[in-house]
């Protein structure tokens, strides 16, 4: 079971849902380590997954990396252990590529359809985008409001993925702090099994498989 303390998966994710993780289906695990016993699959593009933050790879990453970028990610994450839950974007080899808020694979820009407009409290950003984007056999919505978000190209190391969050302009993930060693994902998010928000519980959520 896992409880979403952020906003950054959203509009797929909302701050209050709990839910289930498969832990066994990338495979089995050696007990307290990162070492797998067998494999069963292996992560792709589009999942939804579960991870431990690679705090030292992190550190190293944001060394080499302007002042600015460094404002993407709380100190805490670098400290003490903690588990994000992001999207999947790229695997080993893939080249990842951002312009103008528009996710770019291997020289192919990822498919997105328009499918609603929102206003913000922002005066700088008055309204935000929500478009289904498609990887593979993968669709879902993805929320963002124009900010300039260039980024890369750059590509995906041997035994790590490129991961974000849905909520692209409020999310502290690979183009911050770097890629995730596949080792470190604990499992794929299945199903939203309770889902609580500000005032009361959020029924039409409960039972939600995760796409």
Not at 57 to 86: N, V
Not at 139 to 153: N, S, T
Request: charged residues 30%.
């Amino acid at each position: 079971a896992f409880k979403i303390p952020t906003g950054s998966m959203i509009p797929t994710l909302k701050i209050g849902d709990h839910l289930f993780v498969n832990k066994f289906i990338y495979g089995i695990r050696v007990p307290f380590t990162k070492h797998f016993l067998a494999r069963f699959y292996v992560p792709e593009a589009g999942d939804v997954v579960v991870f431990t933050f690679p705090r030292e790879e992190a550190k190293a990453h944001l060394a080499t990396q302007p002042t600015q970028r460094r404002q993407c990610i709380d100190r805490a994450s670098l400290e003490e252990e903690k588990d994000f839950i992001k999207r999947i974007v790229g695997v080993a080899g893939d080249t990842i590529e951002l312009r103008d808020n528009r996710l770019i694979i291997n020289d192919v820009s990822v498919k997105r359809t328009f499918q609603e407009k929102q206003t913000t409290d922002n005066y700088l950003y008055p309204y935000s985008m929500h478009e289904i984007e498609e990887i593979g056999d993968h669709k879902y919505v993805i929320k963002f409001e124009g900010r300039d978000d260039d980024f890369g190209p750059i590509t995906v190391k041997d035994g790590h993925v490129f991961a974000m969050g849905d909520n692209r302009d409020h999310s502290s993930d690979s183009r911050c702090w770097g890629q995730v060693p596949v080792d470190n994902i604990k499992g794929r998010a299945m199903i939203i099994w309770w889902s609580i928000g500000p005032d009361s519980v959020r029924w039409s959520r409960i039972g939600s498989l995760i796409h």
